[in-house]
């Protein structure tokens, strides 16, 4: 693995000096344009046995479901075992209209085992503000499979207990967007970086002309835009499509402590340093050591020796093994593949290498920032 770390460094060094343009749609996003995130509770019926059952929410749920249609029915009457309460929620994105449609996720909150073959009755989705902006219902897809035998064993493949509905939910109020209002638009770099910013100011204003947009932060652009939402629609894209080099990211070093991945970045030196790296192994045995034991009997006649019961004795054994030390010294301003390089010669492994780079940090030789995910 460090061998192909190795191959990496040295191309990511290469890599470096040379940064290509991007779309300025890849860098930023509209302020304003977002999503909206929807929920709502509602029941799903027509499952196969395999419903809430006896569960009060289900029971108490259907029964107001079925007396807003004009039917008087007790909670002790109903049997939800092909019925199931569960929450729908759903993402509205930006700029949808009245009688559009979205998708929308339904997930069990009761004991269902299965929501295969169900159908979702009418369910209101909320905002976070309170308000119905759509409304839900239809046959749910599932992907899960669980099944379960009468001896009490049981399959289950995937999540049966979470299905969808594609264009399951009708949009019937519409989230009002600044993007058409104000003077200006915002833009927002998903990667806030002041150096990027500035040069997407540049890029606008050499494109547009001067004072046309004003880097606010690090973090977003503000920029002049026509009065006329048609106008405002064509302007955005023709911002979109700029080709905007951005600067290059600080050095980062990213290590997933679960799965011993690291990744780093091709920015990254280190200052003078030496490191001396070894490893020690003990290992400790166990063994039950089985001895005869004898019985004695004495009698008028003499002593008698015979065998007797066996006899367990634990047997430990302790072996330390130390293997030499080895050190290697990094000069000043090493980089990416001269690290991994170095690193690579002594016959570390990842987790030996993420030591290695956690003390280089604790020295101050590291001149990057290590993320620990």
Do not use: C
């Not at 930006?94 to 004991?111: A, E, H, M």
């Amino acid at each position: 693995m460090i061998a192909r770390l190795a191959m990496l460094a040295l191309a990511l060094s290469m890599w470096s000096t040379e940064v290509a343009a991007d779309r300025l749609k890849d860098l930023v996003s509209f302020g304003g344009v977002r999503s909206n995130q929807l929920v709502g509770y509602g029941v799903v019926v027509g499952l196969s046995g395999t419903g809430d059952g006896n569960s009060g929410l289900t029971l108490q749920s259907l029964e107001s479901l079925i007396s807003r249609l004009g039917l008087q029915v007790s909670a002790r009457d109903l049997n939800a075992k092909n019925a199931a309460a569960v929450m729908v929620t759903a993402e509205l994105g930006p700029f949808l209209k009245i009688g559009q449609r979205v998708d929308v996720t339904v997930s069990t909150v009761g004991q269902a085992k299965s929501l295969k073959g169900g159908t979702l009755l009418m369910t209101p989705l909320m905002g976070a503000d309170g308000e119905i902006y759509a409304i839900a219902q239809g046959n749910l897809v599932v992907g899960g499979l669980g099944v379960e035998g009468k001896d009490g064993s049981s399959l289950t493949v995937n999540i049966p207990t979470v299905g969808r509905v594609p264009d399951g939910a009708t949009v019937e109020r519409m989230v009002e967007s600044p993007f058409l209002s104000g003077d200006f638009l915002v833009l927002n770099l998903n990667r806030p970086d002041f150096s990027t910013a500035a040069a997407v100011s540049k890029a606008i204003n050499a494109q547009f002309g001067n004072g046309t947009a004003i880097a606010v932060d690090g973090s977003s652009i503000s920029v002049h835009a026509p009065a006329d939402p048609g106008q405002r629609v064509a302007f955005a894209g023709l911002l979109e499509n700029l080709d905007v080099t951005p600067d290059a990211p600080r050095a980062k070093i990213v290590v997933n402590s679960r799965t011993g991945t690291v990744v780093i970045g091709g920015d990254v030196r280190v200052t003078p340093a030496a490191v001396t790296h070894g490893s020690l192994t003990v290992r400790v045995s166990e063994d039950i050591k089985i001895d005869r034991g004898t019985t004695v009997v004495t009698g008028d006649g003499g002593t008698v020796v015979g065998p007797g019961e066996p006899v367990a004795t634990p047997d430990s054994r302790i072996d330390a093994n130390q293997e030499p030390a080895r050190a290697f010294v990094f000069d000043p301003g090493v980089s990416l593949s001269s690290l991994v390089d170095a690193i690579n010669a002594v016959g570390a492994s990842p987790s030996d290498l993420v030591a290695i780079l956690e003390a280089l940090r604790e020295a101050g030789a590291l001149r990057a920032e290590l993320v620990v995910i």
